[in-house]
């Protein structure tokens, strides 16, 4: 696809859209507040807040530093970032980030994967402008080769613009209290598991052909040098998985725990006052406790269950060849 951002942008008229989009409930009637037509910071705030509002949404304004905006983009979901002059605004709608690409909702109601280093370029565009010419004396006094020109630039406008906070950022998410198979697929925890089961699966399947290698040169007598070293080999490639199967589920386990405290949040915030006034301190802290205990157990438990299930499966194709 074509890496000209301005065609992904959208004018505040359509901005209603693409929150619906985002919501994924564009073919619901909801009645949601027009755009208003003079882009104010105050106005614009409380229209983002009030249509995300409408739509199960909560907005967070943030203003990021640019230094950080790799590493944003890298972790982020949906956002609306605001791009031009106040007079004229247009809009990125952020879907989802990654380290290498980012989803973007284009006009067309289509999802565009663009690098994400085209994106921070464009973002960044109007705050180096300013920069360019000071930096460009400094490279020429440096004698830079004309290979290493263009990199060096953007590192040098990168260190300047390091502290430098970009406005016109809000951060979306579903209400703590939303459908949780809605927050289970907007949080990635279906990926993260999907990846962790992969390496865990990897990493049991190699376990087992290392000792059905050993054990098949053993039968034939032939327990030489390169049986032994390729055992070793499949051994050795199970260090890398293992610890790439404890990443994948230290991500699940912090997903699947600020989620759990969100729903916490959200019930606890929407308790009435007459219930709670009749409750003791010794009671809602017993309920605390054991929210904790569920906690643990369904990350801790849940992990193991559906380790051993693998690990079943794996067995049964082993068995199965006799």
């Known amino acids: 696809m074509s890496c000209d951002l301005t065609q992904l942008f959208w004018p505040l008229s359509r901005l209603s859209q693409a929150l619906r989009r985002i919501a994924d409930c564009h073919s619901v009637p909801l009645e949601i507040p027009e755009p208003p037509c003079h882009c104010g910071f105050d106005t614009l705030s ?75 370029e464009r973002l960044l565009q109007e705050l180096e402008a300013p920069h360019v010419a000071a930096v460009d004396r400094t490279i020429e006094r440096a004698n830079i080769p ?16 390091s ?16 459908d949780p198979l809605a927050l289970l697929r907007t949080s990635g925890l279906g990926r993260q598991m999907a990846a962790f089961l992969s390496a865990h699966f990897l990493q049991v399947a190699l376990w087992v052909a290392s000792w059905y290698l050993i054990g098949y040169a053993a039968l034939l007598g032939r327990l030489d040098t390169g049986w032994l070293a ?21 991500r699940i386990a912090t997903t699947a725990g600020v989620l759990f405290r969100r729903r916490l949040l959200n019930g606890s915030m929407n308790q009435r006052l007459d219930e709670i006034r009749h409750q003791g301190v010794g009671q809602l802290l017993g309920r605390v406790i054991e929210f904790e205990t569920v906690e643990l157990l369904s990350l801790s438990g849940g992990l193991t269950v559906v380790v051993a299930l693998a690990e079943l499966m794996l067995a049964l194709m082993v068995l199965s060849r006799g």
Not at 61 to 82: D, K, N
């Open 46 to 120: 409380r229209w983002i807040e009030a249509a995300g509002s409408c739509l199960g949404f909560e907005s967070a304004y943030s203003t990021p530093e640019c230094g950080r905006l790799e590493q944003v983009l890298s972790s982020c979901g949906a956002a609306l970032i605001q791009v031009g002059s106040h007079s004229e605004p247009h809009f990125v709608v952020l879907l989802s980030g990654g380290r290498q690409r980012v989803s973007l909702l284009g006009p067309d109601l289509q999802v565009h994967r663009v690098p994400q280093q085209i994106l921070i």
């Open 146 to 161: 004309t290979t290493r020109i263009a990199s060096v630039q953007r590192a040098l406008l990168r260190d300047r613009l």
């Open 163 to 178: 502290r430098t906070q970009l406005t016109g950022w809000w951060f979306l998410q579903l209400r703590a209290g939303a």
């Open 230 to 250: 390729g055992w070793a080999l499949l051994l050795l490639t199970l260090v890398p998985l293992r610890l790439l199967a404890a990443r994948f589920q230290a």
